[in-house]
């Protein structure tokens, strides 16, 4: 079986592409896919990343990578690479048209994708493209926009009293205390600071799945960013929201319930 192919590749003059983008777009590209792969597979996002990539071939002319990659677990099949590929491509399309603030991709991710882009629209550096190729392609051009349009996304425009619900999946004691929930119905983290006698509390709730309520901040397309004066409460087993099918089993059609309110939003 021919192994899937990512292709990463800055747009400049001949000659006169810029190494300072095309060694961001490696780098930067290599954290955000390890990020995803842990998404993908639910893993902490300290753990070791379930996928490693490596360079087949370098087109030195045109500036352009051809990475693949093999499993680090051997519980980890073709199945997530495949997800994992799709996964990044769609999320660098979310942010060019600014759809969306993508699944998958956490604040650290976020954040690599924004020193991506930071080089595009100059002369050695026009424009990125990233193409998956697994018999089907997938393929993306990422502009100068993109960086604007991150800005844009992860504003928060909506402040009002709400909750999220979904797995609390990473902690963190830099700087101010925080914790993360993986949101079950945009699938995608939402952040919460905490305080420091909650430690406890969040600790004991790692790994478990959660009702975080409290002052909801929401970027334009309605997305939750982060919690404010959040009250965790951990919840019994049972299914994630995207999976909870009301009086209407076939109103979302074939969409998954997040892909479904991005159209909705679109056509409004």
Same mark, same amino acid.
């Given at each position: 079986?021919? $192994?899937a192919i990512?292709?990463?590749k800055?747009e400049g ?6 190494a300072?983008?095309?060694?961001r777009?490696?780098t930067e590209? #290599? ?6 792969g842990?998404?993908?597979t639910?893993?902490p996002?300290?753990?070791? $990343? ?6 087949t071939r %370098?087109a030195?002319?045109?500036a352009?990578a051809y990475l693949?990659?093999e499993p680090?677990r051997? @519980?980890?099949?073709? @199945?997530v690479?495949?997800?994992?590929g799709?996964g990044y491509i769609?999320?660098?399309?979310d ?7 993508p699944?998958? #991709?956490?604040?650290a991710?976020l954040?690599?994708?924004?020193r #991506?882009?930071?080089p %595009?629209g100059?002369l050695?550096?026009?424009?990125f493209?990233?193409?998956?190729m697994?018999g089907?392609?997938? @393929?993306?051009r990422?502009?100068?926009n993109?960086?604007?349009n991150?800005?844009?996304? /992860? ?5 009002s009293l709400?909750s999220?619900t979904g797995i609390l999946?990473?902690?963190s %004691? /830099?700087?101010s205390n925080?914790f993360?929930?993986?949101?079950d119905v945009?699938? /995608?983290?939402?952040s919460?600071e905490?305080?420091v006698?909650?430690?406890?509390r969040?600790?004991?709730a790692l790994g478990?799945?959660v009702n975080?309520t ?5 970027n334009s397309k ?8 959040p009250?965790?409460?951990? #919840?019994?087993?049972?299914? $994630? ?12 059609g074939?969409?998954? %319930? ?11």
């Amino acid at each position: 079986m021919t $192994p899937a192919i990512l292709q990463i590749k800055i747009e400049g003059p001949p000659d006169r592409i810029s190494a300072e983008a095309l060694a961001r777009a490696l780098t930067e590209s #290599l954290a955000i896919l390890a990020n995803i792969g842990r998404a993908v597979t639910h893993t902490p996002s300290r753990s070791k $990343p379930p996928l490693e990539w490596f360079v087949t071939r %370098l087109a030195t002319a045109s500036a352009t990578a051809y990475l693949i990659a093999e499993p680090t677990r051997h @519980d980890v099949d073709q @199945d997530v690479v495949h997800s994992v590929g799709n996964g990044y491509i769609d999320g660098l399309r979310d942010v060019e048209t600014a759809v969306a603030l993508p699944r998958f #991709l956490t604040d650290a991710s976020l954040d690599r994708l924004n020193r #991506l882009t930071k080089p %595009l629209g100059t002369l050695g550096a026009q424009y990125f493209e990233a193409t998956w190729m697994n018999g089907a392609t997938n @393929d993306v051009r990422v502009t100068s926009n993109a960086q604007r349009n991150l800005t844009e996304l /992860r504003s928060a425009r909506l402040r009002s009293l709400g909750s999220v619900t979904g797995i609390l999946d990473s902690l963190s %004691l /830099r700087g101010s205390n925080k914790f993360q929930v993986y949101d079950d119905v945009w699938e /995608r983290p939402v952040s919460a600071e905490f305080k420091v006698e909650e430690l406890q509390r969040v600790k004991d709730a790692l790994g478990e799945r959660v009702n975080v309520t409290g002052i909801v901040l929401r970027n334009s397309k309605g997305q939750p960013i982060r919690v404010e004066n959040p009250r965790l409460e951990v #919840l019994p087993p049972g299914p $994630p929201l995207t999976s909870i099918v009301g009086i209407a089993p076939d109103f979302l059609g074939s969409l998954p %319930l997040c892909e479904y309110m991005k159209y909705a939003g679109q056509q409004a």
